[in-house]
């Protein structure tokens, strides 16, 4: 069998000093996906912040091996003033993966290589984010709506990209509305929520 690389036991996460969800237990499993789905304020992107360690759970546990996790939230991340061949060699230099060639064909960006990031289309800079994954070298990819701004063929593109991670042993989890067209797990948020939501304004989610 082969051992799950991503395991989630009994965790509860938080938003703005609230608790969000509660309960959350899943595995994912070399070359596997887990397609999050829920409301809007159902708690994906708190989940994925959560999973990235970009903020503390309230309480249960997360085991994935040290270095491992790549996260793409709503914001591209990129730097402005560098073209696009630099910021993915800088992000490839960060993360030691030197070759950005893979990055450049799977993401169509041959013919951008040279624009600053500044002067793209908002698809164009969602296509270099997640261009940004290829060279990390990382297996564990968290993605939250990767798809904002992408054109139908841009969606197939990230579909056989994330397809090809899968395939090579990667994991992903990707919070999306849309159908990808790869084979996942799905984990709806909506019966995680918290019991006992503190506060008047939380709940938008759940009204
Ligand atoms: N910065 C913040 N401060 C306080 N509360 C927040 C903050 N960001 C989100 N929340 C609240 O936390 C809850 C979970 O939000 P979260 O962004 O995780 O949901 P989501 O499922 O990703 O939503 P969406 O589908 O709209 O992206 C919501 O009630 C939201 O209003």
Same mark, same amino acid.
Request: charged fraction near 20%; include cysteine; glycine fraction near 14%.
């Given at each position: ?7 989630? &036991? ?51 546990? $997360? ?6 996790? =790549? ?68 297996? &564990? ?31 992903? &989890? $990707?919070?999306?509305? $849309?159908?990808?067209? $790869? ?12 019991? =006992? ?11």
């Amino acid at each position: 069998m082969v051992e799950p690389l991503l395991k989630v &036991v009994d965790l509860a996460c938080a938003r703005g000093g609230l608790t969000v969800l509660e309960g959350v237990s899943f595995e994912v499993a070399s070359g596997s996906a887990l397609v999050l789905r829920g409301p809007n304020g159902s708690g994906k992107t708190t989940l994925l912040r959560t999973l990235a360690e970009l903020q503390p759970a309230v309480s249960g546990e $997360i085991f994935a091996p040290e270095d491992t996790v =790549a996260y793409a939230g709503h914001a591209d991340g990129l730097k402005g003033t560098l073209s696009v061949g630099e910021n993915l060699t800088f992000w490839g230099s960060l993360f030691g993966f030197g070759d950005i060639a893979p990055a450049l064909d799977a993401f169509e960006l041959r013919d951008l290589v040279a624009r600053p990031a500044q002067s793209l289309s908002a698809g164009q800079k969602r296509r270099l984010g997640l261009a940004r994954l290829l060279v990390t070298g990382r297996p &564990v990819w968290l993605l939250d709506e990767p798809t904002v701004s992408l054109d139908v063929a841009a969606v197939g593109l990230f579909g056989r990209a994330v397809e090809r991670h899968l395939a090579g042993g990667g994991i992903a &989890v $990707i919070a999306t509305h $849309i159908d990808l067209g $790869i084979d996942a797990d799905v984990l709806d948020l909506s019966g995680f929520r918290a019991s =006992a939501p503190q506060g008047g304004a939380f709940d938008e989610a759940f009204a």
